[in-house]
Nanobody, 117 residues
């Protein structure tokens, strides 16, 4: 079993920055690709960014050049640095990963990001 816990959300003004964290804990696991998703109010969940265990990254066009995904395999953690935030970035942000030991997917509980003046 793997537990994922996100943190770092909050209220920020447009143009501001936040850094989200996603930390995995449990037993018998090796986390694979980490994915950050978000669900804006009254909209469908969307993919924000992914990072493989080896460090290859991909981003949604809407966040390229503003968001940076990273990870620390030794700490079983993933991060999402969000700069130049816009009101349309307001959403609940979730992380997910695959446990390479058993192939199961795990999701965190989400963290709220609100961008407003």
């Amino acid at each position: 079993q793997v537990q994922l816990v996100e943190s770092g959300g909050g209220l920020v003004q447009p143009g501001g920055s936040l850094r989200l964290s996603c930390v995995a804990s449990g037993s018998n696991f090796i986390i694979g690709t980490i994915t950050w998703h978000r669900q804006p109010p009254r909209k469908e969940r969307e993919l924000v960014a992914t990072i493989t265990r080896e460090g290859s990254t991909n981003y949604a066009n809407s966040v390229k050049d503003r968001f940076t995904i990273s990870r620390d395999n030794g700490k079983n953690a993933g991060y999402l640095q969000m700069n130049n935030l816009k009101p349309e970035d307001t959403a609940i942000y979730y992380c997910s990963t695959i446990n390479l030991v058993d192939g199961r997917a795990y999701w965190g509980q989400g963290t709220q990001v609100t961008v407003s003046s």
